[in-house]
Every structure is written in C-alpha cells, then in structure tokens.
C-alpha cells in the first residue's frame, strides 16, 4: 500500500508568506507565494495565509482531508 499523506508547510514571514504541498518523500506538489502585508493587521495576515493555503490545495489538485495532521515547529530557542 502507498503512502497518500501530504503534507501543508506555511512559512510565514515579515515580507512573505510560502506555502508548500508535499508528499511524504519531500517531492513538492504544488507552492503559492504571496506578500505579507502586515500592515493590514494580524486578522489580515491570517487570511492571506488561509487564501495561499487553499490555493496550493487547489494547484496541488488534491482534496483538504488527505492532508496529514498539522503540527507547529519552532526554533529550539523559542521552546520555553
């Protein structure tokens, strides 16, 4: 049997916000890059990371449930 998980990464940045669809092997499906926008404010910001999201799954072309279960990463300094 195959491995169907994928997986979403949101990199959110000051300038930018990244968003990769990938297989289990790394293999990249699909990615969306879109500006920030900070200045708009947190809601804002949180909304644009919704949209770049739900556009990889749309270019990815695969349905939102096989996405794997989301986890958080942070850097070792920031894990108090």
Do not use: C, N, W
Request: proline share 6%; net charge negative; charged share 25%.
């Amino acid at each position: 049997m195959t491995d169907s998980r994928l997986y979403a990464a949101v990199d959110l940045g000051g300038t930018k916000i990244l968003v990769l669809i990938a297989s289990p092997t790394g293999e990249v499906l699909a990615s969306e890059r879109i500006p920030t926008e900070a200045e708009g404010g947190p809601a804002a910001v949180i909304e644009r990371m919704a949209h770049a999201l739900r556009t990889a799954i749309e270019e990815a072309a695969v349905p939102f449930e096989q996405l794997d279960h989301p986890a958080a990463v942070a850097r070792e300094e920031e894990v108090q």
